[in-house]
Each structure stands twice: as structure tokens, then as C-alpha cells.
């Protein structure tokens, strides 16, 4: 099946630095990436959907200039949390699907828990 | 009506047990959706996926009926295993995924 990698898996950071994530499917193109922020005992929350070659469509609620999408390539997508805030301590999730496809399967990446002192 | 809509549990059931869990949700035009296990702390994976009327895989069955827009999965002679989160997924506009809160599996000895 597809693969999806995140990098870093974990970091801690102190507060009021930037904390850039990697995520890249491995095996095939992704057209479109999804990032999501999931709190202990929570769901899932959609933060933003990363288009390749374009601006990517953040939720409701999500700040933009906090959280930086970039998706320049069809097998890679970054998401920064700038000026990062013990608030964003978070496990943040990426999905991709396969481009072309008519199904909506998601390929997740492994997480990268983010801890901010 | 939210979009996605799960019973968070926990489903607390012996090993053996046959267990299953519903997921209603609210775009009716939706062609395909999935069930996805998590474990703590870890990301989910993917289970089961729905495009007609239903799937099967071993001891997981998928049911999907439409005019009442939800889906199910059954789980039959549990496993200790099996314990994890179990998430609906159903693509919304622009086959943005969105997912139900989960429900919680519990199997116990």
C-alpha cells in the first residue's frame, strides 16, 4: 500500500520558536495532503488542506500565519507552527491520497508529537 | 446535524463478543467511506472501505444503508486486540475527509 512519512516523529521545542513537520508519500504523487491536530482523548480536527502548486485552504479557527502550509512538490507538504505556544502542544497527523483516484482512501503519516515548554 | 456522528463508548465487551458500531452521517451525496483503527498515540489505519452496500474481511463487516445514511461495523469473536479507537470516515465536499469522534473498544479477558 501507499506510504506516508513525517518527520520529525517527536520534538520539543521552547516557546516563542518554529517547529517545521515533513510530509511525504513515498511511493506515489499527491495532488492534495491533509493536516490534522489531534489533542489527548480527542479527535481528529482538520486544520488545512495542502494543494499542490497553490495557497492551501485552512479551517475555520486555524490561523494561517500561524500555521504555514507549503506543498511544493507532489510527493512533499510542510506545515510550520511559528512562534510555537505550550497551546500547540499537539499530535499533528498527515494524510494524503492517491491523485487521480475516484475513492477518497487516506494514507496517514505517523504523527509527530509536538511538545512546547 | 453534524456532518459525521459516532457513540464515543467506551464499548466495554469480553473476548468472543460480537460487537458493532454505527455511524450516522449527513452528506447524502457521499460514494464511499471507511472505518479507520487507531491505537493510542499512534496514527490511524485504515480497516475497512465502504462503496456499495457493504464488506467483508474475516471477522469485520461493513454495512452501509443508504436511505438512512449510516454505516456500521461488525465485529464478530473479538480478539483482546482488537481494543482501539474505531473512526468513521465519509468524504465531504471536495473529498475533504471528515471524521466521527470515534468509538472506543474495549475487549477484556
Known amino acids: 500500500g501507499a506510504v506516508v512519512s513525517q518527520h520529525p516523529s517527536r520534538v520539543i521545542c521552547k516557546s516563542g520558536t518554529s517547529v517545521k513537520i515533513e510530509c511525504r508519500s513515498l511511493?506515489?504523487?499527491?495532488?492534495?495532503m491533509f493536516w490534522y491536530r489531534q489533542f489527548p482523548k480527542q479527535s481528529l480536527m482538520l486544520m488545512a488542506t495542502?494543494?499542490?502548486?497553490?495557497?492551501?485552504?485552512?479551517e475555520q479557527g486555524v490561523e494561517k500565519d500561524k500555521f504555514l502550509i507549503n506543498h511544493a512538490s507532489l510527493t512533499l507538504s510542510t506545515l510550520t507552527v511559528t512562534s510555537a505556544h505550550p497551546e500547540d502542544s499537539s499530535f499533528y497527523i498527515c494524510?494524503?491520497?492517491?491523485?487521480?483516484?475516484?475513492?477518497?482512501?487516506?494514507?496517514f503519516g505517523p504523527g509527530t508529537r509536538l511538545t512546547v515548554l | 446535524r453534524k456532518e459525521v456522528e459516532q457513540d464515543p463508548g467506551p464499548f466495554n465487551v469480553p473476548e468472543g463478543a460480537t460487537v458493532a458500531f454505527n455511524c450516522t452521517y449527513s452528506n447524502s451525496a457521499s460514494q464511499s467511506f471507511f472505518w479507520y483503527r487507531q491505537d493510542c498515540r499512534k496514527e490511524p489505519k485504515l480497516l475497512m472501505s465502504?462503496?456499495?452496500s457493504g464488506n467483508e474481511d474475516g471477522r469485520f463487516t461493513a454495512q452501509l444503508n443508504r436511505a438512512s445514511q449510516y454505516i456500521s461495523l461488525l465485529i464478530r469473536d473479538s480478539k483482546l486486540s482488537d481494543s482501539a479507537t474505531y473512526l468513521c470516515v465519509v468524504p465531504g465536499g471536495s473529498y475533504i475527509p471528515t471524521f466521527g469522534r470515534g468509538t472506543s473498544l474495549i475487549v477484556h479477558p
Open positions: 465502504v462503496y456499495s
Open positions: 511511493d506515489f504523487q499527491a495532488t492534495t
Open positions: 494524510s494524503a491520497s492517491l491523485a487521480g483516484s475516484s475513492y477518497n482512501e487516506q494514507f
Open positions: 495542502s494543494n499542490e502548486g497553490s495557497k492551501a485552504t485552512y
